[in-house]
């Protein structure tokens, strides 16, 4: 199956810029997403890339992908407590980007104010 | 807005009772799923379904089963739990249809076995 690996944890200082790194094995993946899931919740679809794109810009959050490294990642810009959860990258089982996801072991972003 | 219930938020039960998870969505989605969250292994399938009475197996199916007699609900069975099924496990559903295939996820259920 797929290998979606994650660091478990970051911590940025409020106003910072935040960059959570994702590394794929399967390159057949249509989309690929962030989720993010804050305390005592269940996860929550961030954003997503195709896998056409390289990058994708939704307001403070950047997505950056690089098919040839299978290196996915989201960055944050000017961080806020509010962001203080855990971000899943997660990528489709087959090429038809069929029901499965796959989800790496999530990082826990901690905010510092 | 879609909407993903479980029927418990927390549960505590002794080693060998029948537990049963129960996960409703209000948004006829074809596709159900369940997972087990636990620290530094992100979140394992353990089953899903695509249709009514349909069933297939996760990662991880060993110890658990799956019902699902209606669209809007899919239930999880642990047999006869054992204390490493100590976990969060998070429901999910999805529009088959969808192009991108988004997973709408419950609150979860963190469940202790004692």
């Known amino acids: 199956g797929e290998d979606v690996e994650q660091s478990l944890f970051l911590s940025v200082r409020e106003g910072d810029s935040s960059v959570i790194n994702c590394t794929y094995t399967d390159s057949s993946s249509t989309y690929l997403y962030w989720y993010k899931q804050e305390p005592g919740a269940g996860l929550q679809l961030l954003t997503y890339i195709f896998s056409n794109m390289d990058m994708k810009q939704d307001q403070r959050l950047t997505v950056l992908l690089n098919k040839k490294d299978k290196h996915l990642s989201l960055r944050i810009a000017d961080t806020q407590t509010g962001d203080s959860a855990i971000y899943f990258c997660?990528?489709?089982?087959?090429?038809?980007?069929?029901?499965?996801?796959?989800f790496g072991t999530g990082t826990r972003l901690t905010v510092i104010p | 807005d879609v909407k993903v219930t479980q029927s418990s938020r927390y549960l505590v039960k002794r080693t060998g009772e029948k537990v049963f998870l129960e996960c409703v969505q209000d948004m006829d989605h074809e596709n159900m799923f369940w997972y087990r969250q636990d620290p530094g292994l992100g979140l394992r399938l353990i089953y899903f379904?695509?249709?009514?009475?349909?069933?297939e197996k996760g990662d991880i199916p060993e110890g658990y089963s799956v019902s699902r007699e209606k669209k809007e609900r899919f239930s999880l069975i642990l047999e006869s739990a054992s204390t490493n099924q100590t976990s969060m496990y998070l429901c999910?559903?999805?529009?088959?249809?969808?192009?991108?295939?988004?997973?709408?996820f419950g609150p979860g259920t963190r469940l202790t076995v004692t």
């Open positions: 999910a559903s999805s529009f088959a249809g969808s192009e991108t295939y988004e997973q709408y």
């Open positions: 379904s695509y249709d009514v009475k349909m069933k």
């Open positions: 997660a990528v489709p089982e087959d090429q038809t980007g069929a029901n499965n996801l796959f």
